[in-house]
């Protein structure tokens, strides 16, 4: 099991992930792997010398071709495996993104971006990405 964990904030230093809640006309904007059978809010590690926020504009891009967007900071949040002997916990920033408009063609490691009314069922990390979201409906936020 995994536990997910929100803070206001914590050292940039510690912000090693991005993670992209996005919509776009009022739907949800998911992505699939090419090499996973199951979908994934946007996101990904932050490259070195990288702000925390080009992380996640970066990758909201790379994963969705969303070329134009607002995006705001939600939150910090943490990933802390259960059985991990030393309780490392693993700091990412959750953002929101209303986006405007997509390329019309992905080019990097995501096969297809899909776009529902619906949450979607088949995730690739269940553990996470669902409480993120439900963080954010939480907070207002979608």
């Given amino acids: 099991m995994t536990s997910v964990r929100f803070y206001e904030e914590v050292a940039d230093e510690l912000l090693k992930f991005a993670v992209i809640i996005a919509k776009h006309k009022g739907k949800w904007v998911f992505c699939k792997h ?71 063609q992905l080019h990097y490691e995501i096969e297809k971006t899909i776009l529902t009314k619906n949450l979607i069922e088949h995730w690739t990390y269940p553990d996470i990405q669902p409480a993120l979201i439900a963080e954010a409906i939480r907070r207002g936020v979608c």
């Fill in 34 to 104: 090419r090499e996973r059978d199951t979908y994934e809010l946007c996101g990904g590690h932050r490259e070195e010398g990288e702000a925390i926020i080009d992380t996640a504009k970066r990758e909201l891009y790379e994963e969705s071709g969303a070329l134009t967007f607002d995006m705001h900071a939600i939150c910090v949040y943490s990933v802390q495996k259960d059985d991990a002997s030393n309780g490392e916990e693993s700091f990412g920033m959750l953002y929101y993104a209303d986006v405007k408009s997509f390329e019309p």
